[in-house]
């Protein structure tokens, strides 16, 4: 009988010991994962903005505080998500947020504009589905006279039905090496956005910076 009460009681301690060491397991890997979640919720938040058009809703947010930062984009038709979120790194900090529909379409559609230099730069555009979404490409390059002088420096603005850029164009003096800077004055074009998602140039502005 004493044999067999010290053997019951030395599988008891067995059990226990096994259940303390899973317990101990899942605590570990509950605070390994809350310590991930406070280290990205410390990056610093840059830009945020609640916009709607129609019964959509965006919620618009980017961190960082260097020249890349990170966009994420929640889009919603009352409380539920219509797509996953839009994450992505961007370049620069952001201008601008704001919904239209250029198009006509009744979808929906988000411009987000950042203060990047680079040349066709600091655009990002959105239409939304009832499920799902589409990337808006930015106008692109410029051609014909309407390119000559440009290096960048984009700044847009949606009014009135359409697309407006607006960037400072530099000319040079005709010297002998012909590259002095002679004046800078700026441009504005007007962009027309097709059922087909592409842009169509309008008409085109020049003037004083």
């Known amino acids: 009988m004493k044999a067999s009460a010290l053997a019951l009681l030395g599988t008891s301690l067995v059990v226990a010991t096994a259940c303390d060491s899973s317990r101990t397991a899942v605590e570990n890997t509950s605070t ?3 310590t991930v979640e406070n280290t990205a919720s410390t990056e610093p938040v840059s830009f945020t903005r609640e916009l709607t058009q129609g019964d959509a809703r965006f919620e618009v947010r980017t961190t960082g505080s260097s020249a890349q930062r990170q966009l994420t984009v929640r889009s919603y038709r009352g409380a539920a998500l219509t797509s996953d979120p839009i994450r992505l790194d961007i370049n620069g900090a952001v201008r601008d947020a704001v919904t239209a529909d250029l198009n006509g379409n009744g979808k929906p559609e988000l411009y987000i504009f950042t203060d990047n230099a680079a040349a066709n730069g600091g655009f990002y555009g959105y239409e939304f589905a009832e499920r799902g979404y589409t990337p808006i490409s930015s106008p692109g390059m410029i051609t014909g006279t309407a390119g000559v002088g440009y290096s960048g420096k984009d700044s847009y603005v949606v009014s009135n039905g359409s697309l407006t850029r607006s960037f400072p164009v530099t000319t040079t003096t005709a010297d002998a ?4 800077p002679a004046a800078a004055s700026s441009r504005t074009i007007t962009y027309r ?3 087909d998602g592409k842009w169509t140039m309008g008409q085109v502005m020049d003037g004083q910076p």
């Open 177 to 180: 090496n012909a590259t002095t």
């Open 193 to 195: 956005l097709g059922a």
């Open 32 to 34: 390994a994962a809350n």
